[in-house]
């Protein structure tokens, strides 16, 4: 028993701020953006808290699914860019909802929404959940140096939402953890303690892009055929490839290494810029109210990013 999707949602900030919003900002241009990362515009939040657009996407899947949130018994939530510490985004999530059930965060960033159906595939093998909430959200406009060019230019804020049910959809998942701050760092924002000794670092996304390029491109490559073989399966039998939505480069050279063509990938960069763990549910989302989707349909998820993390899964619709 693992589980099955039964509706998606997602919520995206009105702000829209553009190529050229941002080059007001810093010394940056629309033709460097889109030719090396692919994002035209983003939604940056102005009021909204990622538990707020958690909440949002969360009700849309709700409403997709035809699910009540009173039938919700597992809200589990990834998240960078939360408010606070303690209480954890699914807590206020759940305060949000009005509910009472288990909650928890899982911080494996840019990787984390296939971290977050591996846990959820848990729950319900162990018959502790019949009917679970998982979200990404980010407000990464918190966390980004708006002073740094070779990072503000690509992230975005949204929230994206899976309602699951019990099935046998989630079909294998393959994970890596290369721990260590080197190449992506998030320093926590904290008080100064008079007796600590080390300086502290600058709370915002530090990225040596280029490390983390190569490392995204060979994560998509190695986890997908890893699942694709033990599964025996062929790209085939596949749909949609549905990548984490950090760079357009990385899912082009990932496409000519894998020899897939580049419809067989969803991209939605160009809108959203990099939200982190939403991009693949808010991605999800699309695919699902365009009409995309049918139910049989193979999907192949690979994520990656800080940690530094990769993970992927394959799940029929
Ligand atoms: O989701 C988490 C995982 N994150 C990622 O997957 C991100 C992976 N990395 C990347 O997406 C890319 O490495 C970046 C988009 C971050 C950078 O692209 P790049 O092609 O690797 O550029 P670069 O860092 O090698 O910089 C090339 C040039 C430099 O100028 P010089 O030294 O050649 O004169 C940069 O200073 O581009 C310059 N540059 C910019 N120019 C205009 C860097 N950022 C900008 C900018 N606008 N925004």
Redesign the pocket.
């Known amino acids: 028993m693992s589980f099955s999707i039964l509706g998606t949602g997602m919520y995206v900030p009105p702000r829209v701020v553009t190529n050229e919003d941002i080059s007001k900002l ?4 629309d033709e ?2 889109m030719q ?2 692919g994002v035209k515009e983003r939604h940056i939040s102005t009021n909204e808290t990622a538990a707020d657009m958690g909440t949002k996407a969360a009700l849309a899947a709700l409403e997709n699914s035809g699910v009540t949130k009173e039938e919700i018994d597992l809200i589990l939530v990834a998240s960078v860019s939360g408010e606070s510490a303690s209480p954890s985004v699914s807590c206020m999530v759940q305060n949000q909802l009005g509910l009472s059930c288990m909650t928890m965060d899982i911080n494996a960033a ?1 990787s984390a929404f296939v971290f977050l159906l591996e846990t959820a595939a848990g729950f319900f093998a162990r018959g502790k959940a019949t009917k679970a909430l998982i979200i990404g959200s980010e407000r990464l406009s918190r966390i980004v140096d708006w002073e740094d ?2 990072t503000c ?2 992230f975005g804020d949204g929230a994206g939402a899976v309602v699951l049910g019990k099935g046998n959809d989630y079909l294998d998942s393959v994970f890596h953890v290369k721990g260590g701050d080197t190449v ?1 760092d998030i320093p926590n924002h904290i008080g100064k303690s008079p007796f600590f000794e080390l300086e502290q670092k600058k709370p915002y996304i530090h ?1 040596k ?2 490390e ?2 190569k490392f ?1 491109v060979n994560a998509i490559c190695k986890d997908s055929k890893h699942l694709l073989k033990e599964n025996g399966l062929t790209m085939d039998d596949i749909k949609y490839i549905v990548p ?1 939505q ?2 357009q480069r ?1 899912i082009d050279f990932a496409s000519v290494m894998l020899k897939v063509p580049k419809e067989k990938f969803y991209v939605n960069i160009d809108r959203y810029g ?1 939200t ?1 763990s939403a991009s693949i549910p808010i991605a999800l989302d699309e695919m699902n109210r365009n009409g995309m989707l049918q139910k049989g349909d193979l999907l192949l998820l690979p994520a ?3 940690g530094l993390a990769s993970a992927a899964c394959i799940v029929r619709w």
Do not use: E, L
């Not at 810093?26 to 241009?29: A, F, I, K, L, S």
């Open positions: 810093v010394d940056t241009n460097w953006i090396r990362v840019c060019r070779s230019v690509i992506i990225m892009g280029q983390t390029f995204a984490h950090a760079n990385i990099n982190s990656f990013g800080g």
